[in-house]
């Protein structure tokens, strides 16, 4: 069944180009294509987005992503199986995408200005920034999977 809801980038065409350009941003930082895939798909997964987690649990996979790091990606904080910067990126990740809950704690911040330095870690606060946005985006608008 198509959703009767509207399309963004057919009603609001230049709001749609903007998040492009963050999109965009993001091929020009250094952050490793696997980083950015596991912001996104665990950002996808505390926002319920599933056409977001399906087009980057793919794109993970694509780029050599383990079926084992996708399945416990909702609980990495209970395995060995991420880096210790990636540790750090999914807790911003999540502290982040949750900023409700008491957003960003300061020995989050500190850690994690410690690890990535300035530039990585505005680097990685802008790529949560973004797949945030398209998770709304894509939730609101029911997004069909494709």
């Not at 952050?31 to 926002?47: G, M």
């Not at 990606?73 to 880096?83: A, F, I, K």
């Not at 008491?102 to 990685?124: P, R």
Request: net charge negative; with cysteine; aromatic share 6%.
């Amino acid at each position: 069944m198509e959703s009767k809801r509207i399309k963004i980038h057919e009603v609001a065409p230049e709001a749609y180009k903007v998040m492009l350009k963050l999109e965009a941003y993001l091929h020009t930082t250094t952050l490793s294509p696997i980083e950015k895939e596991l912001i996104k798909i665990r950002a996808s997964q505390l926002n319920g987005c599933a056409f977001c987690l399906n087009m980057h649990t793919r794109d993970a996979r694509k780029l050599g992503e383990t079926e084992q790091r996708i399945y416990l990606l909702n609980v990495w904080h209970e395995t060995e199986l991420y880096t210790e910067t990636e540790r750090i990126i999914l807790t911003l990740t999540e502290e982040i995408t949750l900023i409700s809950e008491g957003g960003v704690s300061e020995e989050t911040y500190q850690q994690a200005e410690a690890l990535l330095g300035k530039e990585k870690l505005a680097e990685v606060i802008m790529a949560i920034v973004t797949i945030n946005g398209w998770n709304r985006i894509g939730v609101s608008t029911l997004l069909p999977l494709d």
